[in-house]
């Protein structure tokens, strides 16, 4: 339930000469038609990050497109599906709102999100809250009824790079070594000092540390 803008002050990090494409997740009822959707929106050849949810579509992207993804790079994101409870809880809160009552996500589910020292910063929780209100109730009831099983790992073939928080009360470390032991090539990089949202909470770390993996 993010925008394009969470990878505002992020994108202040990069080089200026980088040319950065932002890839919406769309409204596909499934993984792989948002990943197809992405694609298209894409040059031919590019490195692609994909946050939380964003990392599922971007592991389904990189092993539907071989030729196109150069690199990978995956963020706060997890090799598990959804347990049946959990997917219980998510179709019960789509299905306690309606479009007129949907007012955004809550305060408290976005301060779970967050470092315990950013969880009470007002301005943060407000900037995250405005982005899902702007996606819209239809958006939380896709991405809630998304399947995340099946999704590709073993198969892809590029260099990948998995970074993760060591105070993310949503995703654990264990979920990010899971993923470095699946996917063949890939390697693991720790932020500390934030919880799940890194782009908005280290945009800083995060950038330098896709630029120094990039170089090598």
């Keep these: 339930m993010l925008d394009h803008t969470l990878w505002s002050d992020f994108r202040e990090y990069l080089p200026s000469e980088w040319r950065v494409f932002n890839g919406a997740l769309g409204e596909g009822p499934t993984i792989r038609d948002m990943?197809?959707?992405?694609a298209e929106q894409l040059p031919p050849r590019f490195v692609l990050i994909g946050f939380s949810l964003g990392g599922y579509i971007a592991r389904q992207l990189a092993a539907d497109y071989p030729e196109r993804v150069q690199a990978l790079i995956l963020v706060a994101t997890s090799l598990r599906e959804d347990t049946e409870q959990q997917k219980k809880s998510k179709l019960q809160a789509v299905q306690a709102l309606t479009p007129a009552r949907f007012r955004g996500l809550s305060n408290a589910t976005i301060a779970r999100s967050l470092h315990p020292r950013n969880a009470s910063d007002a301005a943060l929780v407000s900037y995250i809250k405005e982005m899902s209100q702007r996606l819209g109730y239809q958006a939380l009831a896709t991405q809630s009824a998304l399947d995340r099983s099946e999704v590709?790992?073993?198969?892809i073939g590029c260099q990948t790079l998995v970074i993760a928080s060591a105070n993310d009360a949503l995703r654990s470390l264990q979920e990010a070594d899971e993923l470095v032991e699946a996917i063949p090539s890939a390697t693991l990089e720790v932020i500390d000092a934030c919880g799940h949202m890194i782009p908005l909470e280290q945009p800083r770390t995060l950038a330098e540390t896709i630029?120094?993996?990039l170089q090598q």
Excluded: E, F
């Design 152 to 155: 590709p790992a073993s198969t």
């Design 35 to 38: 990943a197809r959707c992405i």
């Design 211 to 213: 630029i120094r993996w």
